[in-house]
């Protein structure tokens, strides 16, 4: 449809829109009658929304807060009374993000203000190497007014500093265009505050199980993001000031020091105290409103907490910049342990999330939910590592360039060495891991090569044809296991985490230097790993700054990169601000206003289809309808993970009962699938429900050998081109007949969406991602197409 040059843009800009031909476009100023038995054939096109221009890829950098943002949303399923646990869930995962937000600035300070400005240019050696740092360095600049310790870190202070404005200034911008989005009218309502649990029973024994998606102010994230925004921005200030002001006030503390100085330093340290308490105060008094659309936005808070921790900020910067003629910068810069105390807060904060997770699974069990309940858990343990690998990549490859292999400055904190030497071993398990995967793939392709020729008896055997359709299944198949490889990775990188830690604080020196006098071959692998970690961080980060800058300029790279980011992004940000914003909350209040202005307008029925991620919008934007448009409603998906993965990873949200309400809400529900697919599966609603929704596999390919209406080999077509399959256009004829001609039409109004003009560029800008059709929803007197 999108490559036909009569479509025209309806409604919508350049970042999502709807597109109809030009045949269609007064279909909604004709009453439903006038329509006949033609259809009215729409596309949602929303790909721009997470793979849009250049500046998306800068959203790598931000991995670590989307996938503790993930986090918050795995959580399991439980009963209505245990709401305090539940809300104790929440505030676990954003202290969690709080802390790599501090760790991600701890180590810009780390680079900045220690490597930078106290050791090179306090070294006399690496200031003659770096010339840029001459004028900080004592002998290089003949003791001039920048050479003093304290007003070199006020000066390195400016970089992290920038960097927590530019994180504030992209939070903000993308709470403006994504946060901010209204829901169509009506959907305002009273209720409480919630952490997004759904009420009611699971649909068993005539009780309304109420998804959570369905709330008015689910998709309406504005004052929580808005108070999280202060609070991180709040919080990274605070770390940049009180890395300057803690290392003045430790030199003001020594004998012989200003009088002044001296009574100033434990009023600098009790403001920091006073203003990491009231962070951590902000970010634990209250989650996400649900129940009811929340305009408020706490403006004084907004605004102050922001602007009095830079207030602190400045005022710590004048503090250190006061003349200390005796200061002399030696070793690491004081303050390095921030390391260590974040690394155990982080572990501790996993663990007791576990426990969490684990109390609220045993409530209500949920037989295919990932790790058992334990898969928010393990993806915030997954997280708080990408931020330990990225915060270390980036010290120890400034560290080599500084200083490189001539050891004339101590380097970054011992912890983060310790921490690049856990990789090695962790990567060791991993080629286990991948080493039984595929010793399972192998044999799992055995059987299905047996299968295969079962389904083809009268064909002529091609040993080739069947080894390929068979490695397809098996491959599709991993996807159900990156369960256990997540939580056996999630539990070696916990135990790995927490032994670098011990071993970091016993020592107090890198594992190389640790391990001498030990066995040779205790030594030999200490220093292995040692040297193996550094080489491997180093190149982890240089390898994740590569592809950023590919996918900065190359659309196709920035594509699959939006690919990625179609699951983390789907979400809410609920535990982190500074995460790439949730496209959801964009299209989701575009679709929900479609059908509803369009139903309205011309008292049709439609069938809403989606491809991939396109059918999860589409069950998200069906929750959102009211009930009497929701009844005029028939979903077609195929190549779904509405219960593959949403539903295994996100069961509150997406779990059976959940599906199973869906499915009694719309007026009827198929779902597509094959086994050669490794994204889209069964929905797998219980009960008699399943046979109802679930066609049976569709074949893939459609030919096993050469046939009349196949002459050349039919491709294995995996995840995409359903619509390409007979099956898709006779289960969207049947679902058309299916709906039901006498349901009442909800109230008229004067005046539908008029469209905005013909844009073919549009359509060359944004075209539908390979493998991922937007949700359409199409309408007119019964008749649709998909």
């Known amino acids: 449809m999108l490559d036909d040059p009569r479509t025209v843009r309806v409604t919508g800009d350049d970042t999502a829109a709807v597109f109809r031909r030009i045949d269609d476009v007064d279909a909604e100023e004709r009453p439903a009658a006038e329509h006949g038995e033609a259809p009215v054939p729409e596309a949602y096109v929303w790909c721009n929304l997470t793979s849009g221009n250049g500046s998306r890829a800068l959203w790598l950098l931000l991995l670590p807060f989307m996938v503790v943002n993930l986090a918050h949303w795995m959580r399991p399923t439980s009963e209505g009374r245990r709401l305090r646990t539940v809300r104790l869930y929440g505030l676990l995962v954003r202290l969690a993000g709080l802390s790599l937000t501090v760790l991600l600035v701890a180590a810009a300070c780390e680079v900045a203000l220690d490597l930078a400005a106290w050791q090179c240019a306090g070294t006399p050696a690496c200031a003659e190497r770096h010339t840029w740092l001459g004028f900080l360095s004592p002998s290089g600049s003949g003791d001039g007014w920048w050479s003093e310790p304290g007003r070199r870190l006020a000066l390195a202070a400016l970089v992290p500093s920038a960097l927590t404005g530019l994180l504030w200034y992209l939070s903000h911008r993308t709470w403006s265009a994504y946060e901010s989005q209204p829901p169509p009218p009506g959907s305002d309502g009273e209720g409480t505050r919630t952490d997004g649990e759904g009420t009611g029973a699971d649909g068993e024994g005539g009780e309304t199980y109420h998804s959570a998606l369905g709330r008015p102010g689910f998709w309406y994230g504005r004052r929580l993001v808005a108070r999280l925004r202060a609070a991180h921005t709040a919080a990274a200030f605070l770390t940049v000031a009180a890395a300057v002001g803690t290392a003045a006030a430790r030199e003001d503390r020594r004998p012989g020091g200003p009088a002044l100085l001296d009574a100033l330093a434990p009023l600098f340290t009790l403001a920091y105290v006073a203003g990491a308490l009231v962070v951590v105060w902000v970010v634990c008094r209250r989650g996400r409103t649900e129940n009811r659309l929340d305009h408020e936005l706490d403006r004084a808070l907004v605004r102050r907490l922001p602007v009095g921790s830079l207030v602190l900020l400045a005022l710590s910067l004048v503090y250190a910049c006061c003349s200390r003629p005796e200061w002399r910068s030696a070793g690491r810069l004081p303050g390095d342990r921030v390391f260590g105390a974040l690394t155990l807060t982080q572990c501790l904060l996993v663990v007791a999330l576990a426990v969490v997770a684990h109390v609220l699974h045993r409530t209500r069990p949920h037989p295919r939910a990932a790790l058992r309940g334990l898969a928010g858990p393990a993806v915030a343990m997954l997280a708080c590592a990408l931020g330990g690998v990225m915060s270390g990549g980036v010290a120890q490859r400034v560290s080599d360039w500084l200083d490189g292999t001539r050891r004339t400055l101590p380097g970054p904190p011992v912890l983060l060495t310790w921490q690049a030497s856990v990789i090695p071993p962790l990567l060791l398990l991993l080629l286990v891991v991948v080493a039984l995967l595929a010793r399972r793939t192998l044999r799992v392709r055995r059987a299905e090569a047996a299968e295969v020729e079962r389904e083809h008896p009268a064909e002529p055997a091609d040993a080739a044809r069947t080894r390929r359709i068979a490695t397809a299944r098996a491959m599709a198949g991993l996807t159900d296991l990156a369960p256990r490889v997540l939580g056996i990775v999630a539990v070696a990188t916990l135990l790995l985490g927490a032994a670098s830690l011990l071993g970091a604080e016993l020592t107090e020196e890198v594992p190389g230097d640790a391990a001498e006098g030990a066995p040779a071959a205790l030594q030999g692998a200490a220093d292995t790993t040692q040297a193996c970690g550094s080489w491997l961080i180093g190149v982890g980060f240089l390898l994740f700054v590569t592809w950023g800058r590919r996918a ?235």
């Open 552 to 786: 900065y300029k190359d659309p196709s790279a920035r594509r699959t990169i939006g690919i990625l980011w179609d699951v983390g992004t789907f979400w809410p940000r609920a535990a982190h601000p500074f995460a790439p914003p949730c496209y959801a909350e964009r299209a989701v209040p575009d679709l929900t206003w479609r059908m509803a202005t369009w139903t309205r307008a011309t008292g049709g029925r439609l069938v809403l289809s989606g491809h991939s991620q396109g059918s999860v919008l589409a069950a998200a934007a069906a929750w959102q309808l009211e009930p009497s448009a929701r009844r005029r409603v028939a979903l077609l998906t195929y190549g779904s993970p509405l219960e593959r993965l949403y539903g295994r990873w996100f069961p509150a949200h997406f779990g059976p009962a959940a599906l199973s309400a869906l499915h009694r809400e719309v007026d009827c529900w198929r779902n597509l699938y094959r086994l050669t697919d490794p994204i889209g599966g069964p929905v797998r609603l219980p009960g008699d429900c399943g046979p109802e929704v679930d066609r049976a596999p569709l074949k893939d390919p459609l030919a096993y050998g050469r046939t009349a209406l196949h002459p050349l080999p039919a491709p294995i077509l995996g995840h995409s081109d359903y619509q390409a399959d007979p099956a898709f256009a006779e289960e969207r004829r049947l679902l058309l007949a299916r709906l039901r001609p006498e349901v009442p039409g909800p109230r008229p109004i004067e005046e539908g969406p008029r469209p905005v003009g013909k844009t073919p560029s549009a359509l060359r800008r944004g075209p539908v991602e390979e493998g991922d059709d937007p949700p359409q929803a199409p309408g007119s007197s019964g008749r649709s197409s998909g």
